[in-house]
């Protein structure tokens, strides 16, 4: 079975700095990896996602992510934070098996802290 | 139209209530997914319907029914709730069968049993 750590519960930075989250899987196969992030009260929203190809994944709202096979990580990245980027962010895994539909399966989240 | 649309926002429910949740879509997803989140915790997927299917019940007790009386529609029926199942429901949709293709969630259901 697929398993996701974020090992940060909390991180805060500074607005205006450099961000990186850390996300470690573990599966037998060639993981489905995506970031997620959720304010307070709302859903979820997609942030990136690696399917294959490239492992520098470019995402919305300046977001980036590697994936790094030899580590097991997909490491969420932004140049520069902004005050609105403080949420929760969860990094995800899906299965890959043949037929039918699988559901994601979350790390525990990182509340993300942002200092004026 | 690129949303997950969720109704109600907020529900507030006896144990002895008999209630529904809704969620819609229409962007030609065939694949639905409702989650469970509680506070401070990650979503814990409850249930999968693939082309109108249930092809996933993650063992969650028979008081949660959901349905999917099409492709673009998914209910999850409430009865004999407890107040520990007070959580956020979150729907989800994505393309085809696979999670991966195309995810994405509705805004949930805030649910609170007293």
């Known amino acids: 079975a697929q398993s996701v750590t974020q090992p940060d519960i909390h991180i805060t930075v500074s607005e205006g700095a450099s961000l990186e989250l850390r996300c470690n899987y573990s599966?037998?196969?060639?993981?489905?990896l995506f970031w997620y992030v959720q304010s307070p009260g709302q859903g979820l929203q997609l942030l990136l996602k690696?399917?294959?190809?490239?492992?520098l994944v470019q995402g919305i709202k300046g977001f980036e992510a590697e994936f790094k096979r030899s580590q097991s990580s997909f490491n969420l990245r932004k140049p520069s934070v902004h005050w609105s980027d403080a949420a929760e962010y969860f990094c995800?895994?899906?299965?890959?098996?043949?037929?039918?539909?699988?559901?994601?399966?979350f790390g525990k989240g990182t509340h993300l802290i942002i200092q004026p | 139209d690129t949303e997950v649309t969720q109704t109600p926002k907020h529900l507030v429910m006896g144990m002895t209530n008999k209630k529904s949740l809704k969620c819609e879509q229409h962007m030609g997803h065939r694949a639905m997914y409702w989650y469970k989140q509680k506070a401070k915790k990650p979503p814990e997927l409850m249930f999968v319907y693939s082309y109108e299917k249930l092809s996933i019940n993650e063992s969650v007790p028979s008081r949660f029914s959901p349905e999917c009386p099409n492709s673009s529609l998914l209910n999850l029926h409430l009865h004999a709730l407890q107040p520990e199942d007070s959580a956020l429901y979150l729907c989800a949709s994505s393309q085809g069968a696979r999670m991966f293709v195309a995810a994405f969630f509705g805004q949930g259901t805030r649910l609170t049993v007293v």
């Open positions: 995800a895994v899906g299965a890959a098996s043949g037929g039918g539909a699988d559901g994601l399966t």
């Open positions: 599966y037998g196969a060639t993981p489905y």
């Open positions: 690696y399917f294959s190809g490239d492992t």
